[in-house]
């Protein structure tokens, strides 16, 4: 079993930045963040496999930078130049293997909500 809590959510003004951390009773394979926004399905933010590998979703190249740090057992997503289509509730995930699918994640944190206003 895997605990991730999530922390770093907030209210922010378009163009400004948020850091979001998911602290983990252990790693997995992969790490990822998904979010969910008003009446939208769960998506694919970022995922960062063992040896450091990272893809993104299109929609956040550029902006988005997801890290992580085993020695502090913590998972990051530095965001900036945040957009109104960023609101939503993000999930920290563990899994064994990076996929865009979020059913393939058997480990969720509880969320943290991200407001950006224009």
């Known amino acids: 079993q895997v605990q991730l809590v999530e922390s770093g959510g907030g209210s922010v003004q378009a163009g400004g930045s948020l850091r979001l951390s998911c602290e983990y009773s252990?790693?997995?394979?992969?790490m990822a963040w998904f979010r969910q926004g008003p009446g939208k399905e769960r998506e694919g933010v970022a995922c960062i496999n063992s040896v450091g590998n990272t893809r993104y979703a299109d929609s956040v190249k550029g902006r988005f930078t997801i890290s992580r740090d085993n020695a502090k057992n913590t998972l990051y997503l530095q965001m900036n130049s945040l957009k109104p289509e960023d609101t939503a509730m993000y999930y920290c995930?563990?899994?064994?293997?990076?996929?865009?699918?979020?059913?393939?994640?058997?480990?969720w944190g509880q969320g943290t909500q991200v407001t950006v206003s224009s």
């Open positions: 252990s790693s997995r394979i992969c």
């Open positions: 995930a563990a899994g064994p293997a990076c996929h865009r699918s979020p059913g393939l994640y058997p480990y």
